[in-house]
């Protein structure tokens, strides 16, 4: 076992990355740079995309896949003679924040089809500690009739992939890994190695590499509560939350986060994982559970805020033409999974608003299919009020005569990120 990295660099054995979306994909791109990869994924249509070189998710260019030695595959087959698993699937939750593990243990359950003895296991996806060997583990027991640590070794070794960030890439950011005994830890830290140039830091235990990987965006999503709820009292005290940030933010030591909606599946969805598994243990998580509170409503505080100001200016919510600007879950990416701009339009269609959404790099058809609403095909002014969402690109770069031109004479622009703070002078103007 102890030859399987020599073996995997002289093409020897194979690694299998299972999950083919905006983590697994550069992962497997990655070693297949280094090493024999299959790429493993159960949508065909997205496994033909990527034969031609296009990436699903659209972060990566036909260039990325240049030079790898890689096939990609929904054929449980293709997987027979593969040595080392990478699990690369999303964690999501489902309607009532409770851990969503379908995805996880299907392509576990994958993988133990075709476990072989000696084989290696990894997990990459987020989840509670203690999910890998209490729930994963077993599975690939049951399926393969081989035995945990004695007949084939399993690590975790979370992802920190950050979607839209040319800068932080898989090679730049620190992999943390780990694995069931000493022997393989050190494997799968050196397998790791081969493609991430910042290095490995090798966790104590799979258990303290799952709980690293969750208190990461626990601790964002709790820093970024706490201002979002800062904004709330701010704007009751008539003052701009980031001039008083930009003020604080003198300090050495002063966190610089920033208030806006918190969406993604990241940052609003694994809280809700140690908050399950806390509860579990007889624990209530009141300080997570509180900053998820306040970060999951501030998608109705912006569209009542919003409302409230057109009423101001003298027009009815019933007949009045609202226009939000982006529909993503983050700047100058595609992806719209648990998106809160969702929550900002459904709350002003229950003042019986008029709402257009628009997003230059959104789909409108899978918009419409997670949301319910359609994206505008253009923005037709005039409008009463104007909600800047998102932060594309597209928009930072506008100015105020372009806000003027769409607004009706008292229309309101909204600017959730504070991104126009400094370049609007004679319009109706409010951020969070």
Request: aromatic content about 8%; hydrophobic content about 40%; charged content about 25%.
């Amino acid at each position: 076992m102890s030859n399987l990295y020599d073996r995997l660099l002289n093409k020897e054995a194979k690694l299998a990355v299972i999950g083919l979306g905006y983590v697994g994909l550069p992962i497997a791109l990655a070693f297949a740079r280094k090493i024999k990869v299959v790429g493993f994924d159960i949508n065909q249509k997205r496994v033909d995309m990527m034969r031609r070189g296009e990436d699903p998710s659209n972060e990566l260019e036909a260039k990325d896949f240049e030079g790898c030695d890689i096939h990609f595959s929904a054929d449980l087959s293709d997987l027979k003679d593969v040595e080392f698993f990478i699990v690369a699937v999303p964690t999501p939750i489902d309607s009532q924040n409770i851990p969503d593990l379908t995805p996880l243990l299907g392509a576990t359950r994958t993988v133990g089809q075709v476990l072989k003895k000696n084989d290696f296991v990894v997990y990459e996806s987020t989840v509670y500690p203690g999910c890998t060997e209490e729930d994963c583990v077993p599975l690939l027991e049951r399926l393969s009739n081989l035995k945990y640590v004695e007949d084939f070794k399993v690590g975790y070794s979370p992802e920190r992939i950050n979607p839209g960030d040319k800068e932080h890439t898989l090679e730049s950011i620190i992999k943390v890994s780990s694995g069931c005994d000493p022997e393989s830890a050190e494997i799968i830290a050196k397998v790791y190695e081969l493609v991430v140039k910042a290095g490995v830091h090798r966790a104590a235990s799979i258990k303290v590499a799952e709980a690293a990987k969750i208190i990461e965006n626990t601790q964002r999503d709790v820093n970024i509560a706490l201002i979002n709820e800062l904004s709330i009292i701010f704007n009751r005290m008539g003052i701009n939350t980031y001039d008083v940030l930009e003020a604080a933010g003198t300090k050495w030591n002063f966190l610089k986060f920033q208030p806006g909606l918190v969406g993604g599946h990241c940052i609003g969805v694994d809280p809700y994982y140690l908050v399950y598994k806390a509860k579990e243990l007889g624990y209530h998580a009141q300080i997570i559970d509180a900053g998820r509170f306040v970060n999951d409503s501030m998608g109705g505080y912006v569209a009542k805020q919003t409302v409230k100001k057109v009423i101001a200016a003298g027009t009815n919510p019933t007949d009045a033409r609202i226009l939000v600007m982006g529909a993503t879950f983050k700047e100058n990416v595609t992806d719209i999974r648990n998106s809160k701009v969702a929550d900002v339009v459904k709350e002003l269609q229950s003042f019986s608003c008029t709402v257009d959404v628009t997003d230059p790099h959104a789909d409108a058809a899978e918009v419409e299919h997670e949301y319910g609403y359609e994206l505008a095909p253009e923005m037709k002014g005039p409008y009463d009020a104007i909600i800047v969402a998102v932060n594309h690109n597209e928009y930072a770069n506008k100015d105020e005569a372009w806000f003027k031109g769409m607004l009706k004479p008292k229309g309101v622009l909204v600017d959730l990120k504070g991104v126009f703070r400094k370049k609007i002078k004679g319009l109706n103007y409010w951020s969070l």
